[in-house]
């Protein structure tokens, strides 16, 4: 299922983005709301492996390269600006992206009838709740 695979690698991504940027911050608050959200991820992401094969799973979290190009990325940015601004809108640009490629693929399935999974719909909440958390600190 195309929605599952989707909600797989856009979660991953999610986590591992949180897990980059954490070790540069130093605001405690942003730290808290960071960890908060991984949380919630994790369970979404656990949500969203249920029902796919092993190698379906390997496949959305996506390739080595593709995620060293994206730590190295994330790193760099956070090495240079630690500024909570700075990385609140990291996560946020993360967010924004999940949010469109789940809402394509919602608008995809309403298209052709086909019943969209709740946890879908979810996610996409989970991600508009944990945008208007990291507003704060912009």
């Known amino acids: 299922m ?4 989707e909600m797989v690698r856009s979660t991953s991504m999610g986590i591992d983005a949180i897990d980059r940027l954490l070790p540069y911050t130093e605001n405690e ?35 080595k390269l ?17 500024d909570p601004s700075n990385l609140a809108r990291k996560l946020i640009e993360g967010y924004e992206t999940g ?11 309403q298209k052709e009838h086909d019943e969209v999974p709740v946890l879908a719909k979810d996610l996409v909440k989970c991600y508009d709740k944990n945008i208007r958390a990291l507003r704060k600190f912009l």
């Open 2 to 5: 195309k929605i599952a695979r």
């Open 66 to 82: 593709s995620k060293t190009v994206l730590k190295a990325s994330a790193m760099m940015s956070a090495m240079m600006n630690n």
């Open 99 to 109: 949010i469109v490629s789940l809402q394509k693929c919602i608008n995809e399935m």
């Open 29 to 63: 608050a942003l730290t808290n709301v960071m960890r908060e959200q991984k949380e919630d991820m994790e369970q979404m992401l656990t949500e969203a492996k249920r029902g796919l094969s092993g190698d379906e799973i390997a496949q959305a979290e996506g390739g």
